[in-house]
């Protein structure tokens, strides 16, 4: 067995596979786990790494994802977020063609990778909560909401807060669909991911553990 482990910037997320097939999900480590062979992780969170990390190599070797745990796309945009990468690299094996990923958490990224396993880069931007945060403490008389998938017109202004995001990252998908289907001259799939992700309806919860659980597998392998 893998345990895949995603660290976030806001969490963490586990997952136990079998092969290439999540036996179960965790959004904490547990104190007691079936035996492992291995553990592969991607981080964008150098502390909490840190911090997890002894925990970790009490049951089994760890490889950590962009240093010693390779991952098999061709990568054609510069410093690019190991979570970005793996979770484009999952949805282009389920797709076994040109897909488009969004992530959306702390940060919402699009990521396009084409027909044949090039990551081509995307877009970032602040995710919903974080932009919704800084919305309410930035201006003096706006209130704290939530990200919601309402749109259309807000009665309020709580709800027009809500509105204004629901379009606002409507767009970003609908605008990020369209430049990559330009850029690849084709329209690719699309895939919906992160914490977040349940905004725009149907969504992959865990691709990232997909990645990493895949090539923990060809490493292995």
Do not use: Q
């Not at 054609?76 to 793996?86: A, F, I």
């Amino acid at each position: 067995m893998i345990l895949a482990v995603d660290i976030g910037n806001s969490r963490a997320k586990f997952g136990l596979f079998r092969g290439s097939r999540l036996v179960r999900a965790f959004d904490r480590l547990p104190s007691r786990l079936p035996s492992v062979e291995s553990v592969a992780v991607s981080s964008v969170n150098p502390p909490a790494l840190r911090k997890l990390l002894p925990r970790l190599r009490k049951l089994a070797p760890v490889r950590i994802a962009g240093k010693d745990l390779p991952i098999p796309l061709v990568n054609l945009s510069k410093g690019t977020g190991t979570d970005r990468l793996l979770g484009a690299y999952a949805a282009w094996r389920r797709a076994k063609g040109p897909v488009v990923v969004v992530d959306v958490g702390t940060a919402i990224t699009l990521n396009v990778v084409d027909a044949k396993g090039r990551f081509l880069g995307g877009a970032i931007f602040a995710g919903p909560r974080l932009a919704l945060k800084a919305l309410a403490e930035s201006a003096a008389l706006l209130p704290g909401v939530s990200p919601s998938a309402a749109v259309g017109i807000g009665k309020d202004t709580r709800s027009a807060i809500r509105a204004g995001a629901a379009l606002a990252y409507g767009g970003f998908l609908l605008e990020g669909l369209s430049a990559a289907t330009k850029a690849l001259g084709r329209r690719p799939r699309l895939f919906v991911t992160g914490g977040d992700g349940g905004l725009f309806g149907r969504t992959h919860p865990h691709l990232v553990l997909e990645g990493l659980a895949a090539c923990g597998i060809s490493r292995t392998s």
